[in-house]
């Protein structure tokens, strides 16, 4: 491989890990531009995400890497491990909220922030006590097929991985530009009291954007397993610090921001770990996120706060 | 005082807290169908506490709110939007991130989206030619006054019969406060109770039907607009008719 050939090929990886980070990013940003609450059991939501994943492939007999399916039976697991994922993270998302956040809405200070911080350690080690601490073998049952890009190869699952991760994020774009609930999103991120005032239900609100980040989180997990061909309970804080630092990159609160920054943030995780080496991949990312955000505090696309005029 | 015969929105001694701070002191309002109510009084005196009151966002630790006859002191903030109260807020408060369209339609939210939210529409287009040239526009660019068309037009798409309008003509120009004030009047004439906190005495005198003045959390005069155009309390304090000689 050339040099240009290994760079393409870092293209690609990058935004593979872009889609996974940038879905995971949306959860954070969702939950932060409506409540200004950074919620870090989002980390281990994804990770449980990708056991579920796990989990409701085994259901369909697979185990290892050795099944391969094709056509409608292809798309129909694939279909249901995506959409009972995103239910169940979603609604783990939206019990965390209910249950546990809920009651400390009006609580000032950093309670609910470290909430979050025990619940993402209870669901960690939830599934270190029950699964395990070894990794676990994540099936992968996409046909090896693979494309040549000028030198550098692309797989269907990459490609596979792009449809998805696109799809979801143009219908999280619809929900939250056309749909009333979505308006009412982001209307209450704009201006929580005057959405109130508008007989926006501003709790339905706050519990939507838990269950479409948790979703996301789920698919994203889902996404995880797939590249990787592993998930482990130990995966939710490398995936989750990444998720977090596109949200910020891309301005946290901001939805377009969120999708850029973990794009951005895959490639640079590629790119700079095939030309740098893979163990500087995260101090070029911190670097880069300490840069944007000493000249850009608000972010790349902006906007920290609801903003109140 | 209004003889209570035909009353939309009445406060029977309500108090209310922030934390210790006693804000409202047994505040008693009665606002007749139809009539344009003014509520005057200086700075932290309860007046916002008053419209925060009526919409729900502030919860009174005793008294009553009746609207239409019903108590809806304990009802939240939607429910109350859906029985017909709409609050046109303090410095407007658009979303400012939204578009002008956007922002009308946040108004009617509790409102299906059929026929009537058009028939709405058509009503604040007619209203305020402006805003509808301006529908498409991001609403944080619009100025100060067209802000305030979109405000009013926002609270008539929920359809309301009550408005609530807190400081209505705040850093407009007066060529912009006599355009809100006009409409106000002819929001008015069209059947809808406004109940108006401003600043503008003078202004509000004008248009009002009747006022209360708050003072220190405690309702210390009421009467026709008239009467309180003419109280030499109220000229001093609030119309700025009266120099009293020697004073700074």
Redesign the interface.
């Known amino acids: 491989m050339t040099t240009f050939d290994l760079f393409l090929q870092q293209v690609i990886n990058g935004l593979s890990l872009g889609a996974m980070y940038a879905l995971l990013a949306l959860g954070f940003t969702l939950v932060y531009g409506i409540l200004e609450l950074i919620n870090f059991s989002h980390f281990n939501v994804f990770m449980v995400g990708s056991f579920i994943a796990l989990w409701t492939l085994q259901q369909f007999g697979l185990s290892g890497q050795e099944t391969i399916l094709v056509g409608l039976p292809l798309a129909g697991v694939l279909l249901a491990a995506f959409a009972v994922t995103m239910l169940a993270t979603g609604a783990i998302g939206v019990g965390i909220e209910r249950f546990l956040l809920r009651p400390l809405r009006n609580v000032k200070g950093p309670a609910a922030m470290i909430t979050t911080i025990g619940v993402s350690y209870i669901l960690f080690n939830l599934i270190l006590l029950t699964v395990g601490a070894d990794s676990k073998n994540f099936p992968n049952p996409l046909p090896p097929l693979a494309f040549a890009v000028g030198g550098a190869v692309l797989r269907l699952r990459e490609v596979l991985i792009w449809i998805v991760a696109t799809l979801l994020m143009l219908a999280l774009t619809f929900f939250v530009q056309r749909t009333?609930l979505g308006?009412?999103m982001?209307?209450t991120a704009?201006?929580p009291?005057?959405?109130?005032?508008?007989?926006?239900?501003v709790d339905r609100v706050i519990m939507t954007a838990f269950f479409l980040g948790s979703a996301l989180a789920g698919a994203s997990g889902l996404i995880f397993g797939l590249y990787y061909n592993f998930t482990s309970y130990l995966i939710g804080f490398n995936a989750g610090l990444r998720g977090f630092t596109a949200a910020v990159l891309g301005g946290i609160g901001n939805v377009p921001g969120a999708m850029l920054g973990g794009v951005i943030i895959g490639l640079v995780e590629a790119i700079g770990g095939q030309l740098i080496g893979t163990a500087w991949a995260d101090v070029i990312i911190f670097a880069i996120l300490v840069l944007v955000l000493v000249f850009r505090p608000a972010g790349l696309l902006g906007r920290l706060a609801p903003?109140?005029? | 005082m209004h003889d209570g015969g035909d009353t939309i929105l009445r406060f029977e001694d309500v108090n209310t807290y922030y934390g210790d701070l006693h804000v409202l002191k047994n505040v008693s309002y009665t606002i007749g169908r139809g009539e344009i109510v003014s509520l005057l009084g200086g700075n932290a005196c309860g007046k916002s506490t008053t419209m925060k009151t009526i919409m729900g966002v502030v919860r009174p630790v005793s008294g009553r709110v009746l609207f239409d006859g019903a108590e809806i002191q304990d009802l939240p903030t939607s429910a109350r939007v859906r029985r017909g109260i709409a609050p046109v807020l303090e410095a407007r408060r658009l979303f400012p991130r939204m578009t002008v369209y956007e922002n009308l339609e946040m108004g009617a939210y509790t409102r299906p989206k059929g026929a009537e939210f058009a028939q709405d529409l058509d009503r604040v287009y007619a209203l305020f030619p402006r805003v509808q040239e301006r529908r498409r526009q991001i609403a944080g660019t619009l100025s100060g006054g067209e802000q305030q068309m979109v405000a009013i037009g926002r609270a008539l798409m929920a359809r309301p019969r009550l408005i609530c309008m807190d400081e209505p003509s705040m850093g407009l120009s007066p060529l912009y406060v006599e355009q809100v004030f006009d409409i106000i009047q002819q929001i008015n004439a069209q059947g809808t109770t406004i109940f108006m906190v401003e600043q503008n005495a003078s202004m509000a005198l004008s248009i009002a039907h009747r006022g209360y003045v708050l003072q220190t959390g405690q309702v210390v005069l009421s009467g026709t607009a008239k009467q309180l155009r003419e109280n030499p309390a109220i000229r001093e304090a609030y119309l700025g008719e009266l120099q009293v000689p020697g004073a700074a």
């Open positions: 009333k308006k009412a982001r209307a704009q201006d009291e005057a959405a109130r005032m508008m007989g926006v239900e903003d109140r005029s």
